[in-house]
């Protein structure tokens, strides 16, 4: 199976953005915390220095002559606090982090308190040492646990001499845990708020794609019933919009559609004027085999007129969802049948209703049927139903259709396989349309296919509870 890492759905791909954006966002704010750390971490150091460096200013200040301040500033002097007089300042500016800026302003407040007067302070560079005495910049709050300061710093005295200070200072004692500064880093500012923003761009995107995906329904449902309600006009905007739109659409297509009827209604009354004197004509001429060949020409005519009318309100949804009784249906169509002659026989029984359009489904069943019996005499229906799926199954003792291409031609409007299935047998090529186009309104479909050893078998699956169903038949 081939992994998506780009989701197919509207919805997954704007998830997918908003856990993107802020993970990307949050890489570029990390900075801010580590510099909060940083600050944090140099915090006591930088105060052990300043204050280190205020009683130094003092002792220094307090110095009768040169030579003493001299001597005071070796003494003060060690390893880790190295002084030297310097001339100048150096040329060069501090332009280092907001941890440092941070660190110079709080040295500079520490010399301040303590000595009562502001002095100049050039701080020049504030860097964390780690336990092994390494500059790992913003490493070393993760893999130390006492992590020191290295400061170098640049003061004018009151005098106005220049005092050069490299300094080392400890965390005084104070230690961190590495593995749950990490871990509260990843936790808490990571996990935690990718989880937050995951979770609410779940609900968030479902919510506003929901109207996008009721008119996906709906333009689903439209193409089933074109008399469906309208859609309702909520949800943003755009959605509104289309909402709009479509309705806008449904209302031309229906009146389309009912004016196509009126048409063909108009035509069909029309034409029954001139078929009706056609047919007096008809029987007043005087040779025998002309006025039978016109009567059939003049039934053939009338009967494609009255197909075409029927199918036009046939594949037409103008009635209101029901349960029907699937199995009251076929025993009241059975019976017709047997009334006519016809040899009709019904095996197994649906286990409840099935929610549809009564008549639409009845004009489809009983088009099923009469096929069965036009070319075989006889038909056989077999109802299975699983409480998902409901098929049922029309067969008969026909001649069936030799030519496997042809099985979904025959669908298709007038289209008839041979001279045995023409009009010579009663057909118009319509009834197989109108029974397919009820199928989907139903939301199902119809297929044919040949018997085992004769006849026709076409299986017909609707949805039942929304589930997607077939609807099987065999016709001869």
């Known amino acids: 199976m081939k992994l998506r890492l780009w989701p197919d759905t509207l919805y997954g791909r704007l998830v997918l953005i908003l856990v993107i954006g802020m993970f990307a966002g949050q890489l570029f704010t990390s900075t801010i915390w580590f510099e909060t750390?940083?600050?944090?971490?140099?915090?006591?150091?930088?105060?052990?220095?300043?204050?280190?460096?205020?009683?130094?200013?003092?002792?220094?200040?307090?110095?009768?002559?040169d030579s003493s301040r001299d001597a005071i500033a070796r003494q003060l002097g060690d390893q880790r606090?190295?002084?030297?007089?310097?001339?100048?300042?150096?040329a060069v500016p501090l332009d280092g982090s907001l941890a440092q800026h941070a660190v110079s302003d709080l040295i500079a407040g520490v010399i301040r308190?303590?000595?009562?007067?502001?002095?100049?302070?050039?701080?020049?560079?504030?860097?964390?040492?780690?336990?092994?005495?390494?500059?790992?910049?913003?490493?070393?709050?993760?893999?130390?646990?006492?992590?020191?300061?290295?400061?170098?710093l640049q003061l004018k005295l009151p005098q106005g001499q220049w005092l050069d200070v490299?300094?080392?200072?400890?965390?005084?004692?104070?230690?961190?845990?590495?593995?749950?500064?990490?871990?509260?880093?990843?936790?808490?500012?990571?996990?935690?708020?990718?989880?937050a923003v995951l979770l609410l761009a779940l609900v968030a995107v479902r919510f506003a794609v929901k109207p996008l995906?009721?008119?996906?329904?709906?333009?689903?449902?439209?193409?089933?019933?074109?008399?469906?309600?309208?859609?309702?006009?909520?949800?943003?905007?755009?959605?509104?919009?289309?909402?709009?739109?479509?309705?806008?659409?449904?209302?031309q297509l229906t009146r389309s559609l009912a004016e196509r009827t009126r048409f063909l209604t108009a035509v069909s009354h029309d034409l029954r004027s001139p078929l009706t004197r056609l047919r007096l004509r008809t029987e007043?001429?005087?040779?025998?085999?002309?006025?039978?060949?016109?009567?059939?020409?003049?039934?053939?005519?009338?009967?494609?007129?009255?197909?075409?009318?029927?199918?036009?309100?046939?594949?037409e949804i103008t009635e209101e969802r029901h349960e029907i009784e699937i199995n009251s249906m076929l025993e009241g169509l059975a019976e017709d049948a047997r009334e006519a002659g016809h040899e009709v026989s019904i095996e197994g029984?649906?286990?409840?209703p099935l929610s549809g359009y009564p008549r639409n489904l009845k004009r489809c069943l009983q088009?099923?049927?009469?096929?069965?019996?036009?070319?075989?005499?006889?038909?056989?229906?077999?109802?299975?139903?699983?409480?998902?799926?409901?098929?049922?199954?029309?067969?008969?003792?026909?001649?069936?259709?030799?030519?496997?291409?042809?099985l979904e031609r025959v669908f298709e409007p007038y289209f008839r396989v041979s001279a045995s299935r023409s009009g010579a047998s009663g057909g118009t090529g319509l009834g197989l349309t109108i029974a397919r186009s009820v199928a989907a309104a139903h939301g199902g479909t119809l297929t044919l296919r040949n018997g085992a050893v004769k006849g026709l078998v076409a299986t017909l699956r609707l949805p039942r509870d929304g589930h997607t169903h077939e609807l099987s038949w065999r016709i001869g």
Do not use: C
């Open 81 to 90: 606090y190295r002084l030297q007089w310097i001339d100048a300042p150096a």
């Open 284 to 315: 007043m001429l005087p040779d025998t085999e002309a006025r039978e060949r016109l009567r059939g020409d003049l039934d053939e005519m009338e009967a494609m007129v009255g197909a075409t009318l029927d199918a036009v309100q046939g594949v």
């Open 349 to 352: 029984r649906a286990t409840r």
């Open 367 to 406: 088009n099923l049927l009469d096929n069965a019996i036009r070319y075989g005499d006889s038909a056989k229906i077999s109802v299975s139903d699983d409480d998902t799926v409901l098929s049922i199954a029309i067969s008969d003792e026909g001649p069936g259709i030799a030519d496997e291409a042809l």
């Open 37 to 65: 750390h940083d600050n944090r971490t140099l915090e006591i150091p930088a105060r052990l220095f300043a204050s280190r460096l205020a009683d130094t200013v003092r002792l220094l200040q307090n110095a009768p002559d």
């Open 166 to 195: 490299h300094a080392n200072e400890g965390q005084a004692g104070m230690q961190t845990e590495p593995g749950s500064l990490v871990l509260d880093y990843l936790l808490r500012i990571y996990l935690v708020r990718l989880t």
């Open 113 to 152: 308190r303590r000595l009562g007067e502001a002095i100049e302070v050039h701080l020049l560079d504030v860097q964390l040492r780690d336990d092994r005495g390494r500059h790992n910049g913003i490493l070393g709050l993760f893999n130390s646990r006492m992590p020191s300061g290295d400061f170098h």
């Open 213 to 251: 995906k009721e008119l996906a329904k709906a333009a689903e449902a439209l193409g089933r019933n074109i008399y469906r309600p309208p859609l309702p006009v909520t949800g943003p905007l755009e959605v509104r919009t289309a909402a709009q739109s479509f309705n806008a659409m449904q209302e």
